[in-house]
């Protein structure tokens, strides 16, 4: 397939999809890059021009009190992508899985050809990671034992491990009152591959924290004067993801956005 454009988006980041729909443009990505899973705006933004939950509220137990959140930007993403594609905005939909970009040129291939040729005035080119030299790390940590607790969220003051988001787990089918833990750290690409910033120091930090703040593992006995006894917490790693920077989306965008969904109408008068 040929196209012919004078703007297109390069990238699938919240702050391209953003630009783009904003702006009307056609996006074009390789990979998806969706938002943080705990990303979430604050309980207070309005989305209910895209049919989304208005006045969304959640609240997080913490150590400091009641967290108030709102809904998460992952669905805002999830929502302004679907709605380019059903006006023929996403042309390559998650069918690319590579790109090449010359001058006044993109080509995009799957694994087996080249399947767009798209030619362009202006690039507005959202792929460039890592803009601050910092990655943003999510370790997903899998608790064996001791994962039964209260707590959604503990909040530290150091970058490596800075938050601690607890969420059902998602290894066990149905609702499961056993919690998971994503760590989430600011590492320098210097340290990136440094043992002390590695995968299995963040789960010890994560336990340790956990200590610090009073949590225990499962009841095992009691002893001699009667006090409990608990078993230490037993966890595992599952994956370690690099991100990106968050996007923080201001009332300025988000007004933006209520404007041009006036072009959607079409498409939202049906969700």
């Known amino acids: 397939m040929r196209y012919e454009y004078d703007d297109i988006v390069l990238g699938s980041s919240l702050e391209a999809v953003i630009f783009a729909f904003n702006k009307r443009y056609p996006i074009f990505f390789s990979e998806l890059q969706r938002p943080f899973r705990f990303d979430y705006f604050d309980s207070g933004v309005d989305l209910s021009f895209l049919k989304l939950p208005n006045n969304f509220k959640k609240t997080l137990v913490t150590f400091e009190g009641e967290k108030v959140i709102g809904i998460c930007k992952e669905l805002l993403w999830e929502r302004l992508l679907f709605l380019m594609s059903l006006n023929g905005d996403v042309p390559t939909a998650s069918l690319c899985t ?17 399947i767009a040729e798209v030619n362009f005035n202006r690039l507005h080119d959202y792929t460039k990671k890592n ?19 209260d707590i959604d969220f503990i909040g530290t003051d150091d970058n490596f491990v800075r938050d601690i988001w607890f969420y059902p787990s998602d290894r066990i089918c149905g609702n ?21 910033f590695s995968q299995t120091m963040a789960r010890f930090k994560v336990i340790n924290e956990m200590k610090c703040r009073g949590m225990k593992g499962l009841l095992s006995s009691y002893g001699p004067n009667g006090k409990p006894k608990h078993y230490d917490f037993k966890t595992s790693t599952i994956s370690r993801n690099i991100g990106t920077e968050l996007v923080d989306v201001s009332a300025r965008q988000i007004l933006q956005l209520k404007h041009a ?5 079409k498409y939202l008068r049906h969700l």
């Open 98 to 114: 590579s790109i090449r970009r010359d001058a006044n040129k993109i080509s995009c291939f799957n694994e087996y050809s080249k």
């Open 176 to 196: 499961t009152k056993v919690k998971d833990a994503c760590a989430v750290s600011y590492i320098s690409k210097t340290f990136i591959d440094e043992f002390d």
């Open 261 to 265: 969904s006036l072009r959607y109408q």
């Open 131 to 149: 803009r601050n030299g910092n990655l943003i790390c999510y370790d997903w940590i899998a608790f064996n034992s001791g994962g039964k607790h």
